[in-house]
């Protein structure tokens, strides 16, 4: 597997999640458990990914902006998570907000889809591209068995 496949699998996790979460109301049970679980999908998503996945394009031509924009909007969605953690669930302003995140989310996970990973194949090889899908499969299992102390700066 490469490491876009494997990214790929976790894309899709986070798309179902936003698909259920927009649906839900009040400070309901399933809300709240689909806001626990789409946090932690996103925030060791993105731990992982900038490390296996945008670090080490920093350092290209090709894609240095492209990997600088890609944090950004991880550093964007770590806002608006907080932004839901300190917002009453009940309140209209939750869902308010929690659909500005799924729509930054859809619009994030598709620059990297369509645009990021196709040019990320001209720098990575082969090999490059299998041994970062196993660094990054490895880190998703080990921090999302420790999350939320995995993710640095939650403890
Ligand atoms: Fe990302
Ligand atoms: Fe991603």
Known sequence: MKIYEAIKVDHDIQRGLCDKIVKTSGASEERKKLWVELKKELEV??????????SPLIDTDKMQEDARHGMAE?????????ELDDTDMTSPQWLATVLKLVEKVNHHLKDEEKD?????????TEDEEAALAKDY?????????TWPESIPGNN
């Open 45 to 54: 998503h993105a731990v992982a990914e900038e490390r296996y996945f945008y």
């Open 137 to 145: 499969k490895d880190t998703m299992r080990e921090y999302r068995k």
């Open 74 to 82: 991880h550093h964007e969605m770590d806002e608006l998570i907080q």
């Open 116 to 124: 990021f990973f196709k040019k990320a194949k001209d720098v990575y």
